[in-house]
Structures are given as C-alpha cells and as structure tokens.
C-alpha cells in the first residue's frame, strides 16, 4: 500500500492558487511521512501530458476553484484512468454552481435561503430583491466577489457591474441570513463535529477570516445544543449524498439563535475540496474524532478510484 506513487494535484490558476498550494504541500508532506511516493505537481494547462509522463496509481486532488473543483480535471482523470480523491465530474461541477446546488439540496429536504442567479448586469440601479441581501458569484470559492448589501444601502454595488469585477458574468442574489457560522464536514458517509467560525475581526467570514494568521476561531464541538448539533450533521450529510460527493466535503451554514434557540438553520453550499492543512477546518473535524491528519490523508488515497 505504501509503494503507491501520490501525484499530488496543486496550485492552478485559479483565484484560490496560494489556498491550493498551502492544502497540496501539507497533504504532500504527511504522504511522504506515511511512506507514499509523492510527486508535486503545480498544475498548468500541460498537466494531461505531466500525469501521462509521471503515470501514478493515485492522483490526490489539492486544487481549489474553477477547473480543479468543478468536474474539469475530474474529467481529464476519467480520460486518464487515474483514481482520484475527492468528488468526481457530476458532483463536483454540480456543487460548484451555487444555483444548481441550492436546488438538489432543498430537492432532499436541507433549508436553504430564497435567492435569484442573474447577470451582473441585470442589477443595475435597483435591488433585486428587498435588502438585506447577499450576492456572490455562482462559481468561486473562499468568499471571492462576495458582497453584502445591508438594509440602509439605497442601491445595490457599483463594483458588479463594473468593468472591475472578475468572478464572472453570473451572480446569486441571496436573502441575507442573522446569526452564528456553522460547518461540518463529511468523510465517507460520516458525518462529522460541527465547528463554529469565529471571524476575529470581521463580521464576515471573508477570504482574509479563513486564511490569515488569527483571521477566526474555530470551535469544536460547536457551543450549540444536542438537537442544533444533530440537524447540521444530518444536513451535512444529506447535501453530501443528494450531490453524489465521494471522500471528504464540507457544509457551511447559518445559525440564527437571536429569538429561540431552535432558530433557524440556513445551508448555504458545500465544498468538494475544502482546505487540507493541517489547521483547516476538515482535518481539525478528522483529528476532533479521532483521525490524525497522516491517517486523514491516507483515507483519502487508500479511498481514490475513477467513476466516481
């Protein structure tokens, strides 16, 4: 088992490249440690050709964003033959369109909130539905092009349709949810602890919030009740399976608590390759149960096939 040969898939040209090399160096360094061999790979447009060249028996999935997490490698893998982590072409393209995503998991009886996807150009000087409002872009990750319009703002943002926006012509416009950040994630069909994010200088859990030193705290087990607890995991995992993900994901959510403490529990995506360092929130939920980050990693190898 340990012979295997791990070409690990890093970098890009995605928006989220230095998240990736972060996950893809730490997963490559706890591989090697596990007794795997490991090639780094920085991933470029060749990287069809570099996979045929290394020829592995494993690729390990540690891209972030449009082309890594959206069925566009998973693809070239299938075409390959290479067995792969993380989620395959359907699940992974699915979950990475927050529209489309939104219906599956409402489909399957996880609560998410009202929204609208339009082009950015269709805002224009109007709001598009009563604020307090969210719009983000229908395909990014790490909070890139998010923006909340608060109830006081007289019009929506300039920045959307400005020649300055860069997250794509298709948008989401979201009622805007009160409250507490919850997150679990899922290994295999388990459903892990519930952490809740602590953004330490922000309200918002924005790019800085998730990867600068001190940007959150994260709490593990979530300070919320038995019941809360248990409605996020089984949420968790319902989303997981409705979008047909494999190995590892992550579910975000918001948790209004303000009136009751039943409240309300709002999903609002998942990820398919959510951050694997050894301080990102999946692996700290593995280590919370009991799995160090070296046996997280060599689940996630040990679990890799095509058509998945």
Known sequence: ???????????????????????????ADALEAEGYQVS????GRDVAAVLSQ?????????????????????GILEYLEIPYTHSGVLASALAMDKHQAKHVAHAAGVPVAEARALHRMEIGSEHPIAPPYVVKPVREGSSFGVVIVREDQSHPPQVIGSSD??????????????????????????????????????????YDAKYAAGGSKHVIPAQISPNIYQKVQTFALKAHQAMGCRGVSRSDFRYDDRFSEDGEIIWLEINTQPGMTPT?????????????????VRWMVEDASCSR
């Not at 780094?40 to 991933?43: C, E, P, T």
């Not at 999946?282 to 980050?293: D, I, K, N, T």
């Open 165 to 206: 926006w860069r997250y794509g012509d298709r948008v989401l416009v979201e009622r805007y949810i009160y409250g507490r950040e919850l997150t679990c994630g899922v290994m295999g069909d388990v459903a892990l602890g519930v952490t809740e994010v602590l953004p330490t200088g922000n309200a918002f859990y924005d």
């Open 1 to 27: 088992m340990r012979n295997k040969h791990v070409a690990v898939l890093m970098g890009g040209f995605s928006s989220e490249r230095p998240v990736s090399l972060s996950s893809g160096n730490a997963c």
């Open 280 to 296: 990102s929130l999946v692996p700290e939920m593995a280590a919370h149960a009991g799995h160090g980050f070296g046996e997280l």
């Open 40 to 43: 780094r790979v920085d991933v």
């Open 54 to 74: 290394l020829n592995p028996d494993v690729a390990f999935n540690a891209l972030h964003g449009p082309f890594g997490e959206d069925g566009t490698i998973q």
